[in-house]
């Protein structure tokens, strides 16, 4: 693979602004329409429940998932479905063929997209719970367990939202509607997804581990610690390093944050270390220290409502 990995220009990035607004975990227009089940989302629910690559993963579906489905479909981000790319205990990923407002986004002639679709019945939802603890925009949030997993999807778009203001390559972050989630599909020109950091041959190590250090320290800079950052959260699209999976990013008003940073430091120089780099997550660490000036309130998030 190339030696040569870009980095986002600073100067196509946004400083975030000064207000942490909180984000509507109400009911969406999905669960309107799933009470309301009329005639076309009946048929559209029986036409994806036939269809072979959801008849495994049936679990994850409810009436509300599916009437979300139907409306991400109606509302233009979505025209067909494909095959799932990844299973998880927190989430299904699938890759669909965006519609005109997803090529409008992306600036795209049919652009693929992925579509994370998140478990209601999620088994560590009190976890999700865990990391949403001190999140301004979440104050106040219940424990009943479709809100906390309604929460962590918002969370996530807002967080790639967040992150792609920040200036941090991440996968676009197109529209959200109740457990269901569109972005961008980051893939390879064969049509399969993009690999792992873990999974190629670093050719130039020292530049990557720059990129991603810089990266860490635009995130904490936007008030936001990633958590769960290691080679296996960076994919590499044509010369790019892109993070992803952001659910679990925490704002720097996380009690646990500043330990997080540390964990994401020290995984990252472990990797890079074995790279035959001379690098040390205490390095990494005081890096982002000294050159983030963190965002303790930030952005306003509407687009997230």
């Given at each position: 693979?190339?030696?040569?990995?870009?980095?986002?220009?600073?100067?196509?990035?946004?400083?975030?602004?000064?207000?942490?607004?909180?984000?509507?975990?109400?009911?969406?227009?999905?669960?309107?329409?799933?009470?309301?089940?009329?005639?076309?989302?009946?048929?559209?629910?029986?036409?994806?429940?036939?269809?072979?690559?959801?008849?495994?993963?049936?679990?994850?579906?409810?009436?509300?998932?599916?009437?979300?489905?139907?409306?991400?479909?109606?509302?233009?981000?979505?025209?067909?479905?494909?095959?799932?790319?990844?299973?998880?205990?927190?989430?299904?990923?699938?890759?669909?063929?965006?519609?005109?407002?997803?090529?409008?986004?992306?600036?795209?002639?049919?652009?693929?997209?992925?579509?994370?679709?998140?478990?209601?019945?999620?088994?560590?939802?009190?976890?999700?719970r865990d990391y949403l603890t001190g999140d301004p925009r979440f104050e106040g949030i219940g424990g009943k367990k479709s809100?906390?997993?309604?929460?962590?999807?918002?969370?996530?778009?807002?967080?790639?939202?967040?992150?792609?203001?920040?200036?941090?390559?991440?996968?676009?972050?197109?529209?959200?509607?109740?457990?269901?989630?569109?972005?961008?599909?980051?893939?390879?020109?064969?049509?399969?997804?993009?690999?792992?950091?873990?999974?190629?041959?670093?050719?130039?190590?020292?530049?990557?581990?720059?990129?991603?250090?810089?990266?860490?320290?635009?995130?904490?800079?936007?008030?936001?610690?990633?958590?769960?950052?290691?080679?296996?959260?960076?994919?590499?699209?044509?010369?790019?390093?892109?993070?992803?999976?952001?659910?679990?990013?925490?704002?720097?008003?996380?009690?646990?944050?500043?330990?997080?940073?540390?964990?994401?430091?020290?995984?990252?120089?472990?990797?890079?270390?074995?790279?035959?780099?001379?690098?040390?997550?205490?390095?990494?660490?005081?890096?982002?220290?000294?050159?983030?000036?963190?965002?303790?309130?930030?952005?306003?998030?509407?687009?997230?409502?």
């Amino acid at each position: 693979m190339t030696g040569e990995y870009g980095l986002v220009d600073p100067d196509e990035a946004d400083t975030p602004g000064d207000e942490w607004e909180e984000i509507d975990v109400s009911d969406t227009d999905a669960d309107r329409i799933a009470r309301k089940r009329d005639r076309e989302f009946t048929e559209f629910r029986d036409r994806i429940k036939d269809a072979d690559q959801f008849k495994v993963t049936a679990s994850v579906f409810d009436d509300a998932t599916f009437a979300a489905l139907y409306k991400l479909v109606q509302d233009g981000w979505i025209s067909a479905f494909g095959g799932p790319i990844s299973t998880g205990k927190e989430a299904n990923v699938y890759t669909a063929l965006g519609d005109d407002r997803a090529a409008e986004a992306l600036d795209e002639v049919e652009p693929e997209v992925a579509v994370k679709v998140y478990r209601i019945n999620a088994s560590d939802f009190r976890d999700m719970r865990d990391y949403l603890t001190g999140d301004p925009r979440f104050e106040g949030i219940g424990g009943k367990k479709s809100q906390v997993v309604l929460a962590w999807v918002r969370k996530e778009y807002a967080n790639l939202k967040r992150a792609e203001k920040a200036g941090v390559r991440v996968p676009n972050p197109l529209a959200v509607e109740r457990n269901v989630l569109v972005m961008e599909y980051i893939g390879t020109d064969e049509g399969g997804r993009a690999k792992r950091l873990a999974e190629v041959n670093v050719e130039n190590p020292e530049t990557a581990y720059h990129v991603v250090r810089e990266y860490i320290r635009r995130l904490y800079t936007a008030g936001l610690v990633h958590g769960d950052l290691s080679e296996y959260n960076i994919v590499v699209e044509d010369g790019e390093l892109v993070v992803i999976d952001l659910g679990q990013a925490v704002t720097v008003h996380h009690p646990n944050s500043d330990m997080f940073l540390q964990r994401d430091c020290r995984n990252v120089a472990k990797f890079f270390s074995r790279q035959g780099l001379d690098v040390t997550g205490e390095e990494c660490y005081e890096f982002v220290l000294e050159n983030a000036d963190p965002s303790t309130k930030g952005d306003d998030n509407r687009n997230a409502r």
